[in-house]
């Protein structure tokens, strides 16, 4: 009987560190690059996007740090390490970095053009001439795009609209929003959903950022069973995006 307890002990024993040890190798913080989009990952923290991964990671011990960059810059951390991850991919952009298996959002494509022009499809994108900001590459993601130019900043998008040097500027709705609801007229403009394109993290190719890949995609698996994401994005009035699992 004493042997038998002993053996208990020394199991537990193990098991206790065994548990500890793997508590040490939990990462206590992420470090996550993003463009300021505003009311999805502002620069003062607030919005939908820093919602639901704060959701995503916070109650699993690991605090959110966010630093604002312009996209291209934080794809560029990521690949060097110099945070955890990227937000905001379309998948697949760099072989620099590491994708999950679960996206935590999807982009709502909208062209946006002169409410008197044609209504565009995704079959006729390429008819036109299209310009979105620099380093989103649509043109991987929309069929048959030919002709686009790249923008630095939102601000004059409505001038290449109105003064025909674009046909459609392409962008997110949130994004497509913000122009819109910018324009001295927004009557001379309509927006026209084109595409649905999943939003993930993209990870640095580090032990750490691996360690908290494999985190998010086991909180996100979750967290859609269990529908804990879906008043998040209620309360920002956003589409849920994952009805479909």
Request: charge should be negative; aromatic fraction near 12%; glycine fraction near 6%.
């Amino acid at each position: 009987m004493a042997r038998h307890r002993l053996v208990v002990m020394v199991f537990a024993f193990f098991c206790s560190l065994a548990q500890a040890g793997e508590a040490e190798t939990t990462p206590s913080v992420i470090h996550l690059a993003s463009e300021d989009w505003e009311d999805y990952t502002a620069a003062d923290g607030h919005g939908l996007g820093w919602d639901v991964l704060r959701h995503v990671f916070e109650p699993a011990g690991v605090k959110v740090d966010i630093r604002s960059e312009p996209y291209v810059r934080s794809m560029g951390l990521a690949e060097r390490g110099e945070v955890d991850a990227c937000v905001g991919s379309y998948g697949n952009e760099s072989k620099g970095v590491l994708y999950p298996r679960w996206n935590f959002d999807t982009d709502h494509i909208y062209a946006l053009g002169l409410a008197s022009s044609p209504v565009p499809t995704p079959e006729t994108l390429g008819n036109y001439r299209l310009a979105w900001v620099r380093g989103y590459d649509f043109q991987d993601y929309l069929p048959n795009v030919h002709r686009y130019d790249e923008v630095i900043r939102r601000t004059g998008i409505v001038s290449m609209l109105t003064h025909n040097r674009a046909d459609f500027y392409i962008d997110a709705l949130t994004e497509v929003d913000f122009v819109l609801n910018r324009a001295k007229d927004p009557s001379q403009l309509r927006r026209t959903h084109i595409a649905e394109l999943p939003l993930y993290l993209c990870f640095a190719k580090t032990d750490k950022a691996r360690t908290l890949m494999a985190l998010f995609d086991q909180r996100m698996e979750q967290l859609v069973k269990n529908g804990e994401l879906k008043p998040i994005f209620e309360r920002w009035k956003q589409p849920y995006p994952f009805d479909d699992h």
